[in-house]
């Protein structure tokens, strides 16, 4: 299989460190450095966890991504984030769809997180020009999207939708955080685990989901696996990137 991902990419920096004390001038919390970890993040998160399952995988992304940081200031002890700073955060420029064949792969997705990289009329585009679309996006959803074949999308997002037609509605798989996913009203749970960090979850589950469904064209099959993806994910800390050896043990502790 071979998927082309499109979208805004950047640098996740985890700044962790020891937080013991407040600062006697300022109620702030005093962060002393242990280790620093640095991934790549949004759409090259989705790329990267795609890659590590095996799949044949291209990215249209910024140019720029890796100027684009968001660093976190993390107390190691509890994983509480203390603060985030992002760099360079309105400099994601536009994309170019002309440059790129479709017809080359199996599948799109967009990991779209409304910075400006890709519009509405954009994503419209890419549809007409291939038959199977996944979409994550952070644009408000509504009938401009029934063109997307799949559209991840969680509670929150789908709150602020003000209009959700019924072909809409047939599209939407909606994450429930700890309660799992669900499509068509079925819902799909998850096992009880501890959750370490949420962060790039959706990512993960993203690329889970398109590189089962792509096997066997099996929705509920994929919804399952993306499931377990993520709940892998919210096991530990920081971004993380799943491999067939973590998804054997996962299987094997069930």
């Given at each position: 299989?071979k998927?082309?991902?499109?979208?805004?990419?950047?640098?996740?920096?985890?700044?962790?460190?020891?937080?013991?004390?407040?600062?006697p001038?300022?109620?702030?919390?005093v962060?002393?450095?242990l280790?620093?970890?640095?991934?790549?993040g949004?759409?090259?998160?989705v790329?990267?966890?795609?890659?590590?399952?095996?799949?044949?995988?291209?990215?249209?992304?910024?140019?720029?991504?890796?100027?684009?940081?968001?660093?976190?200031?993390?107390?190691?002890?509890?994983?509480?984030?203390?603060?985030?700073?992002d760099?360079?955060?309105g400099?994601?420029?536009?994309?170019?769809?002309?440059?790129?064949?479709?017809?080359?792969?199996?599948?799109?997705?967009?990991?779209?997180?409304?910075?400006?990289?890709?519009?509405?009329?954009?994503?419209?585009?890419i549809?007409?020009?291939?038959?199977?679309?996944?979409?994550?996006?952070?644009?408000?959803?509504?009938?401009?999207?029934?063109?997307?074949?799949?559209?991840?999308?969680?509670?929150?997002?789908?709150?602020?939708?003000?209009?959700?037609?019924?072909?809409?509605?047939?599209r939407?798989?909606?994450t429930?955080?700890?309660?799992g996913?669900?499509?068509?009203?079925?819902?799909?749970?998850?096992?009880?685990?501890?959750i370490?960090?949420?962060?790039?979850?959706?990512?993960?589950?993203l690329?889970?989901?398109?590189?089962s469904?792509?096997?066997?064209?099996?929705?509920?099959?994929?919804?399952?696996?993306?499931?377990?993806?993520a709940?892998i994910?919210?096991?530990?800390s920081?971004?993380?990137i799943?491999?067939?050896?973590?998804?054997?043990?996962f299987?094997?502790?069930?």
């Amino acid at each position: 299989m071979k998927i082309l991902v499109i979208g805004e990419s950047c640098k996740d920096i985890w700044k962790y460190g020891r937080v013991e004390r407040l600062d006697p001038a300022a109620p702030a919390p005093v962060h002393c450095p242990l280790e620093v970890k640095v991934n790549d993040g949004m759409a090259a998160n989705v790329f990267n966890n795609l890659k590590s399952l095996g799949v044949d995988v291209h990215m249209h992304t910024n140019e720029n991504w890796s100027e684009v940081t968001k660093t976190r200031f993390v107390d190691k002890k509890t994983n509480y984030i203390l603060l985030r700073e992002d760099m360079n955060d309105g400099k994601f420029g536009r994309c170019d769809l002309d440059i790129i064949d479709f017809n080359n792969f199996d599948a799109v997705i967009i990991s779209d997180y409304n910075k400006g990289f890709l519009e509405r009329g954009d994503i419209k585009k890419i549809c007409k020009l291939h038959p199977l679309v996944f979409l994550d996006t952070k644009k408000e959803i509504g009938k401009w999207a029934e063109c997307v074949n799949y559209i991840k999308i969680n509670n929150y997002e789908l709150s602020k939708a003000r209009e959700v037609t019924s072909k809409l509605k047939e599209r939407l798989i909606i994450t429930l955080g700890s309660a799992g996913a669900s499509h068509k009203n079925t819902i799909y749970p998850v096992p009880s685990v501890e959750i370490k960090d949420l962060s790039g979850c959706g990512d993960t589950f993203l690329a889970g989901l398109a590189t089962s469904y792509l096997k066997d064209r099996n929705v509920e099959k994929a919804i399952k696996f993306a499931n377990q993806c993520a709940t892998i994910a919210a096991t530990k800390s920081g971004v993380v990137i799943i491999n067939e050896d973590m998804l054997k043990v996962f299987e094997d502790s069930k």
